[in-house]
């Protein structure tokens, strides 16, 4: 097949993407991304890069990768990423206007936010008749409400229309939890558009190879690791309530891996709340990295704050959580805790309750090894039988031809 993928990040940005895009590759069909010019996550132009550069044509492990002019996110201010969003869907679809004689077989759209990522594939859709495969990962306009705290009717008019044009125009959508096929229902979508397809962990997880960095000394005891994004919607202030709880168990470690918005806050908070024997900030670390920290954790923590949108959502670290086969402590509600439970992988705290989780984590902690190990297996168990990888490959390849 030859198959257009519409993403707003590509690599170098560090998407998901980048891997499927390969692997459909690896699989024989020709593939080609139409991206937008890299400045994912701190708003600058990666080093080569720039808006007034010249268009040229990439590869990327055998991709062809189509670049469009873009604002910046710079520093993520509602107006700089509403700049970010619209540029990218004017200039992508006059892109893809050159692509006229160009002939598809499938647009797959990548969907995280914007949702106007899908306009370009519109367009082209409209020209050649091309099939589109929109592949949600974020819900709108709920997930702009629960980020940016939006109110004005008018505007969630307007984004809710759009949504609606979108997914009608979307001869599939797929969506990576099954809890947000409630809310495109909703919006009057036929249900029978609409398919399960959720992520899976990263090729290093599934293939088990363990880097270590000889610079970073774990602190010994029982080791919590939490990965991944230090942000709002993860709702630290209450694993930090969790750790005071556990204050006074010197043996009881919470390691967390990662960088986000709420980062600053955090290490101020461990200080002056005298927590640096159980609290450890080591900051981000490259992925490959990943694999040597959570095989070293006694258990891995995941955590979203209490909101309707994020209830439905399933955060990609809980596949590789699971692939890991480690005891999984979670702190959050819907979805993610759903599988967790369904699984038997670990302990389930709701959203905002710190005091359970402690609890949680006090319980664990007095297992054995073995029955810690048979709950990781669980883990691991489910995700050979759901979200493996080659099986969900092959199920996306067949979506799209």
């Given amino acids: 097949m030859n198959i257009l993928i519409v993403s707003q990040y590509f690599y170098p940005e560090n998407f998901r993407i980048n891997e499927i895009s390969r692997d459909l590759k690896n699989r024989g069909h020709n593939v080609t991304v139409l991206t937008g010019t890299p400045n994912y996550p701190a708003g600058k132009f990666y080093k080569g890069y720039g ?90 306009p709920e997930s702009v409400v629960a980020a940016s705290g939006l109110k004005n009717k008018f505007v969630l008019s307007m984004i809710t229309k759009l949504v609606i044009f979108i997914y009608n125009n979307s001869n599939k959508i797929l969506v990576s939890s099954e809890g947000m096929i409630d809310s495109i229902i909703d919006k009057g979508i036929d249900k029978s558009k609409i398919l399960y397809l959720p992520q899976w962990a990263e090729d290093i997880f599934e293939n088990k190879k363990i880097k270590k960095n000889s610079s970073v000394i774990l602190p010994k005891g029982f080791k919590i690791v939490f990965a991944g994004n230090i942000g709002h919607a993860q709702d630290i202030p209450s694993i930090l309530k969790a750790a005071k709880e556990l204050k006074i168990y010197h043996d009881i470690h919470f390691i967390f891996i ?128 759901n979200f493996r990888k080659d099986l969900l490959m092959k199920k996306l390849e067949q979506l799209l031809s």
């Fill in 258 to 385: 990662g960088s986000g918005s709420m980062f600053l806050w955090l290490s101020e908070q461990i200080i002056e709340n005298c927590l640096s024997n159980n609290v450890h900030l080591l900051g981000s670390f490259p992925l490959d990295y990943m694999p040597y920290f959570y095989n070293e954790a006694d258990a891995l923590l995941v955590s979203l704050g209490d909101n309707p949108i994020w209830s439905v959502t399933v955060p990609g670290k809980i596949q590789s959580y699971l692939c890991s086969g480690k005891p999984i402590l979670t702190m959050i509600n819907g979805e993610a805790s759903n599988i967790i439970n369904k699984s038997n992988a670990g302990l389930i705290a709701s959203s905002g309750d710190y005091i359970q989780l402690s609890k949680n984590i006090l319980k664990l902690k007095l297992f054995n090894e073995n029955a810690r190990l048979k709950i990781g297996q669980n883990g691991k168990n489910f995700y050979n039988n």
């Fill in 51 to 140: 808006f007034f550069q010249r268009s040229r044509t990439e590869y990327y492990e055998g991709v062809k990768i189509i670049r469009c002019r873009i604002y910046p996110r710079k520093n993520g201010s509602k107006i700089n990423l509403s700049l970010n969003y619209l540029s990218f869907a004017l200039s992508a679809s006059l892109k893809i206007l050159n692509l006229g004689k160009e002939r598809f077989d499938s647009i797959l759209v990548f969907a995280v936010s914007p949702i106007t990522v899908v306009l370009p594939a519109i367009v082209f859709k409209k020209l050649k008749s091309t099939p589109i495969i929109t592949w949600v990962q974020d819900l709108w």
